[in-house]
């Protein structure tokens, strides 16, 4: 059996030794904070389970709430905002960032070419008499590579590759926002078109009890105290409606600027009707872990800013980079043809720091800090989305029984008014007790309407909440 040469086994041995600290990395190991999860979510009762993952799509959620106009305005907002486009710009130039930091480990090579005209003097020093014009042609390139044997580039190639990934994620999460606010501004627009149409109603019956009144006041029977309550009742349930109307413009103009156009060519018809509020399954809180995109982005620039860590370490130790060159030089002739070729090996490059007054333990320093501010938002995170899913499932179950309240409040309140106007016609009391009981069943109608507005802004909140999800 032939033995192996001697400076074979070493040139192997180099070989395995540069390949096993080529891939050292001296950033500590990662571990995300723990942040407390209960198995449930407090105000959860009643609501359906669900299975999220932070990398499953979110759907267009929106279509659970059975209106065309809102998934109209959904999908035109998700081609025409502003918000999408700039946050798109981000991410891509965060992937650029991370390719750039990925390129960082690889050899560079480069190649040129140079042509000069150039003249010699025969009495230049050491010229020996010879001298003369000639043509200087040269043809090389160059190689040359940063041995990451500490893992420097590597730390920040992954650290990049962390970044890009959060990026991603406040993409979606600019995705969802934008969605919920066009969500939330709907609702709140339809919420004043059924108030504008109630106050038209209600100004409609003013109306009638105004003239009503002034009959009996011109036939003797009613004051004309009477006739200015009604007066001032119907005067004042018409500066309720121009309110709502300036209300519904001002949403109607926001709704234009979410999905990406000029309000004066934005319009949306009025509608009567208010929708139902859909139920939405909550999941649990170790599955909004996954789900929510702005954890995970939480998550990714914690990991990043632990392996810049390592990265900042690295640079106490030796830089080592190799270098080689070669190509053609002619002064005459062909330039391939000719024998004048050149070469380098080299140069294998050592630099070790030895005093920078303690510039490289500042940027450790440094880097820690930044890894334990990005744990400390981490956490913060973690904890403000567990207080939005339950503020949402808890508006959500406590609106549902306000309204049911106030609706049987609101009807009671129309039967008081019936009879407040059959007293005030037979001669039973005065305006005043119609003027009340119309004032108290206005003002339950509308916090009806208004409850059921703020049911499908909670709605809309809970899933955005829970990192979007479509409604059952």
């Given amino acids: ?101 990925d390129a960082e480990r690889l050899p560079t090579v480069s190649a040129g070419a140079d042509l000069s005209r150039e003249r010699a003097s025969s009495r230049r020093p050491l010229a020996r008499g010879n001298g003369g014009t000639y043509t200087n042609r040269t043809l090389g390139g160059s190689f040359g590579w940063e041995v990451d044997l500490w893992g420097r580039l590597r730390d920040n190639a992954r650290a990049g590759r962390a970044d890009a990934a959060a990026s991603a994620a406040d993409l979606a999460s600019a995705r969802l926002s934008l969605h919920a606010a066009v969500a939330d501004t709907y609702f709140r627009l339809r919420g004043l078109d059924a108030e504008a149409e109630l106050l038209r109603q209600t100004t409609a019956a003013y109306a009638r009890a105004f003239e009503l009144t002034d009959i009996r006041h011109s036939g003797g029977i009613a004051s004309g105290l009477d006739t200015s309550r009604a007066q001032s009742q119907l005067s004042d349930a018409r500066a309720q409606l121009a309110t709502v109307a300036l209300d519904r413009a001002t949403a109607e103009h926001q709704l234009a600027a979410l999905v990406g156009e000029a309000p004066a060519g934005f319009a949306i018809v009025p509608v009567t009707g208010q929708l139902e509020p859909p139920r939405v399954p909550a999941g649990t809180p170790s599955q909004l872990l996954q789900r929510r995109p702005d954890i995970a982005a939480a998550e990714r620039r914690m990991f990043a800013a632990n392996a810049r860590i390592g990265g900042a370490k690295a640079a106490w130790f030796p830089l080592v980079t190799l270098g080689a060159s070669g190509g053609y030089q002619s002064a005459g002739g062909g330039l391939l043809a000719s024998a004048a070729s050149y070469w380098a090996l080299g140069p294998l490059s050592l630099a070790a720091p030895l005093f920078d007054g303690g510039r490289r333990n500042a940027d450790i320093r440094r880097a820690r800090a930044d890894f334990a501010e990005a744990a400390a938002d981490y956490r913060g995170t973690v904890l403000t989305a567990f207080r939005e899913v339950e503020d949402g499932l808890a508006a959500a179950r406590h609106l549902a029984d306000a309204e049911r309240e106030q609706q049987t409040a609101a009807r009671a309140a129309a039967k008081t008014t019936d009879l407040a106007l059959i007293r005030y016609r037979d001669g039973a009391s005065d305006y005043l007790e119609v003027v009340v009981a119309q004032t108290a069943g206005l003002i339950a109608e509308r916090s009806a309407l208004a409850l059921r507005t703020q049911r499908l802004q909670a709605t809309t909140a809970i899933v955005r909440a829970i990192g979007g999800g479509a409604p059952a």
């Fill in 1 to 101: 059996m032939r033995r192996a040469r001697p400076g074979a086994a070493r040139a192997a041995a180099a070989t395995i030794t540069l390949a096993a600290l080529a891939a050292c990395s001296l950033a500590p190991d990662y571990a995300p904070p723990a942040v407390p999860a209960a198995a449930a979510f407090k105000e959860a009762q009643g609501w359906a389970a669900a299975t999220p993952l932070d990398t499953a799509p979110r759907g267009a959620w929106w279509e659970g709430f059975g209106d065309p106009v809102l998934t109209g305005l959904e999908t035109r907002a998700e081609a025409a905002s502003p918000t999408i486009a700039a946050a798109i710009a981000r991410y891509d130039q965060a992937l650029a960032i991370a390719d750039r930091a």
